[in-house]
């Protein structure tokens, strides 16, 4: 039996608007537009290495927010690849509705779109079962009901969910069983939703997510792209190949030492950043000086820092405060009293820590 080759993605999420990621306005229209270059890129490497097939499990794009013109420019990508037969299980973001374009759009032909019910493809490699979100939500594919009678030919799946959804918010998204989905006996499990990588965490792992194609936020940093993969009948080779065309990070900065409002824009301002990357600045230490980040923000003038995060507390010495004969003298007393009982937590500590900073600043 000759040797099916593959890739897999999933988590694409085209159009989302990535309005709480930053208070830049280009910033979404940035991240769209990477969207568009990575896929093209996937296309660009499935047509160099005459891929056989493209699985595509779920969230390719969002049902809210999608643009048909996005739709028609995913779809003509579909069309520079006609001999790569490509799979699409729709996911929570972007399900199988009456209205949606996977049920309203005309898709090339060498395009199939999983619905409510697991389907079985047979192709001349392998039989490809696959389901579709029908819905926001979803408790149950029906895994249960599938019986692969043909062991000898190579079986796949392709779906989206939460692989051992324990939490009640976790199963109201497909939740899947690994040891059900082990017992099935299938040689490649193509999954999406878990937006991070997860395909050699253990010997000959054939349940793979391949993390979202495009990094969506500070949540998700490290490299993100696509599976790829060699399979025969008991033989699988997989290999991770990134995509990306820009990445998050978050670089701190102390201001324990930082005088005035001006050093610290001079601070920010001297923070090196590359030019593919975008950047969550994250104050921390002791602060001197009140610190608005809304107002810090407007005076930076890298456009690489899209999000400053004021993590700092304020600088204060209790033993100091609590000889003060005023009000703020007497909370001072209470607190450092409660800070050095005997026994306390570090959980306990760090509320009391917590309501220290509420109480100083209230009573400045």
């Known amino acids: 039996m000759k040797k099916m080759k593959f890739v897999h993605i999933a988590d694409m999420h085209f159009d989302s608007p990535f309005i709480n990621l930053s208070d830049r306005e280009i910033f979404g229209d940035l991240k769209r537009l990477e969207q568009r270059k990575v896929l093209k890129k996937v ?11 493209l699985f595509i499990s779920g969230d390719l794009y969002e049902h809210k927010f999608v643009k048909l013109s996005t739709i028609e420019y995913i779809n003509n990508l579909f069309k520079e690849i006609p001999e790569t037969r490509i799979f699409i299980s729709p996911g929570n973001h972007d399900p199988y509705l009456k209205n949606s374009y996977y049920n309203q759009y005309t898709w090339n032909e060498n395009v199939k779109i999983f619905t409510s019910k697991i389907e079985k493809v047979q192709t001349s490699e392998a039989n490809i079962y696959g389901f579709g979100f029908y819905d926001f939500y979803c408790t149950g594919c029906g895994l249960e009901n599938i019986e692969i009678k043909d062991k000898e030919k190579i079986n796949i799946l392709v779906i989206h969910g939460t692989l ?39 010997e000959e792992q054939n349940i793979v997510y391949p993390g979202s194609t495009v990094s969506l936020g ?23 190949v990134p995509l990306d065309e820009s990445f998050f990070v978050e670089k701190e900065i ?24 975008f950047s969550k600045i994250i104050l921390i230490g002791k602060r001197n000086f009140e610190i608005d980040a809304y107002e810090l923000y407007k005076l930076i003038f890298n456009e690489r820092i899209i999000k400053i995060k004021n993590k700092t507390k304020i600088n204060y010495d209790l033993n100091k405060l609590e000889n003060n004969k005023t009000l703020k003298g007497l909370f001072a007393k209470k607190m450092n009293e409660k800070l050095n009982q ?23």
């Open 218 to 240: 500070f949540d998700e940093l490290g490299q993100h792209g696509m599976i790829v993969g060699s399979l025969e009948k008991d033989k699988l080779d997989l290999q991770f």
């Open 43 to 53: 296309i660009e490497y499935i047509k160099e290495n005459k891929i056989e097939y």
């Open 164 to 202: 051992n959804g324990a939490s009640l918010e976790e199963k109201q998204y497909n939740s899947i069983s690994k040891k059900e989905l082990k017992e099935k006996g299938f040689d490649y499990v193509a999954l999406g939703h878990i937006h991070k990588l997860d395909y050699n965490t253990e």
């Open 254 to 277: 102390d201001v324990t030492d930082i005088i005035s409002k001006e050093e610290l824009i001079e601070k920010i301002n001297s923070v090196e950043i590359a030019d593919n990357e």
């Open 342 to 364: 005997e026994n306390i937590s570090e959980e306990q500590k760090n509320i009391i820590e917590k309501a220290i900073e509420i109480g100083l600043e209230a009573l400045e």
